[in-house]
């Protein structure tokens, strides 16, 4: 496919703007990118979409969302209004997770998917959580995935908030779907470890956890630090922080990816460095649970690599960058604060080396060798786009909801903003069926 006479935001490492750019690929990946009248001499025979001056850039990435929480939306929370980090738990994703039955995590994935698609978010790394039907929840996430036709990365959340027995299925249901993806490979499924939080995981666990995991060429997703809870729980049950004690343990490493890190001290930076752990940012669900602001450009300055999530929020990461870019310049009192492009390398550069961990192939960039994941946006510049200002084009102009075709491995997803993959309508429906039994189930509770 000869995707011509578009304005061409490449990323990677050879940032530019083409102004009348094209792309070019076969199967799904990327061959050649360049000018439209160069490529199509090149690729005479090619099937072409004319893209009609849109902006062609690489899909978005979401470095940790949580599809089961889909069904929170609108729900209201039994009892008094939860005025911290623990009782938003408690009270909230703690009883939600558990009513959830192997369909409900299927269509809480679906209906994120649809969101996706629709704000070009091409490559998603979920982190699962259903207590009550742990066996084969993965296998129903990535069912939903495939019929998605997004590049999706999976894990289970290992805790012992349900008991021994629920550790135990959570590590059992890693291991499985790890051990099917080595025997059957997709570049569009990925998978992890999962853990919840170092305060829900003995040190029994966290050694078991290890201990599967030998052989399996993973490493861990968890979140970390989220709040001040996290490391407050830490010093007075282990009498040492949350990032030496996962340390110890084994936890941290380059294919490990922790959320959060908002109460990482200076002595923990420096573990996450040495141990070249990535690190994912969710500025709107940490500006909603009020637990704080990471330091993220400390956390880069320290050699980290830090990407961007959104922590089950709506998949259109062009909001998660619009509020990146705001929350750090509030929180500091400085306008300099979080650059553009900084942010850009955030964004894609960081997000692309955080994939690494999960796909085979680069993403995030319009570069020969990279994914074929690509979207389309009708926006529309009145000043001039060029490489120098394109991150304050995206930030200031640009959102999802420009989106109007989205290619995820050469396959085209949604064109004219008409999804392809999956019937939005009726996942809608479906839903709204499963919904009030999940709202019953968890007022009951």
């Known amino acids: 496919m000869l995707i011509t006479h578009g304005k061409v935001m490449t990323f990677g490492d050879d940032a530019r703007v083409i102004d009348d750019g094209a792309v070019y690929y076969e199967g799904d990946a990327i061959v050649a990118v360049g000018e439209s009248a160069e490529l199509t001499a090149q690729y005479p025979q090619a099937e072409t979409l004319d893209a009609g001056g849109k902006i062609i850039m690489p899909g978005m990435v979401c470095a940790h969302t949580h599809f089961y929480g889909g069904f929170a939306r609108g729900m209201a929370i039994p009892g008094p209004a939860p005025a911290n980090f623990m009782q938003v ?72 908030r349900n008991g021994a027995d629920g550790a135990r299925a959570g590590i059992a249901e890693n291991v499985r779907f790890l051990k099917r993806l080595q025997a059957n490979p997709d570049p569009k499924l990925g998978a992890s470890f999962g853990l919840h939080a170092a305060f829900t995981v003995s040190n029994d666990t966290l050694e078991a956890c290890v201990d599967a995991a030998q052989g399996l060429k993973t490493g861990f ?41 908002i109460y990482v001290n200076d002595a923990e930076m420096e573990v996450l460095a040495a141990t070249e752990t990535k690190v994912s940012h969710q500025p709107r669900s940490n500006m909603n ?48 604060a979080m650059a553009g492009d900084r942010l850009m390398e955030i964004a894609f550069a960081n997000n692309a080396k955080i994939a690494e961990i999960f796909f085979p192939r680069p993403v995030g960039s319009l570069t020969p060798g990279a994914f074929a994941d690509i979207i389309l946006l009708d926006y529309a510049p009145y000043t001039p786009l060029t490489g120098g200002n394109a991150p304050w084009q995206l930030i200031f102009g640009m959102d999802g909801s420009h989106v109007t075709h989205t290619i995820c491995g050469g396959q085209l997803l949604m064109a004219d903003r008409q999804l392809l993959t999956l019937d939005e309508e009726a996942i809608a429906a479906n839903a709204l069926e499963l919904a009030p039994d999940i709202w019953q189930r968890v007022a009951e509770m």
């Open 221 to 261: 997703h968890i979140h970390v630090a989220e709040d001040k809870a996290d490391e407050e729980l830490s010093l007075a049950e282990h009498g040492i922080r949350v990032t030496p004690r996962l340390a110890q343990h084994g936890i941290l490493g380059p294919r490990t990816l922790v959320a959060h890190a």
């Open 89 to 160: 738990l408690e009270q909230l994703w703690w009883k939600i997770d558990r009513a959830l039955t192997l369909e409900d995590s299927r269509y809480s994935a679906l209906v994120a998917l649809v969101d996706a698609i629709r704000h070009g978010t091409t490559t998603l790394i979920d982190h699962h959580a259903s207590p009550a039907h742990i066996d084969g929840s993965l296998d129903a996430l990535a069912d939903a995935a495939t019929q998605s036709g997004l590049r999706v990365g999976l894990c289970y959340e290992v805790t012992d």
């Open 289 to 336: 649970n009020a637990v704080g602001v990471a330091p993220v450009e400390t956390l880069m300055d320290c050699g980290i690599t830090v990407g961007l999530g959104n922590d089950g929020f709506t998949n259109n990461m062009f909001s998660e960058i619009h509020t990146a870019y705001l929350l750090h310049k509030i929180a500091q009192g400085d306008p300099r």
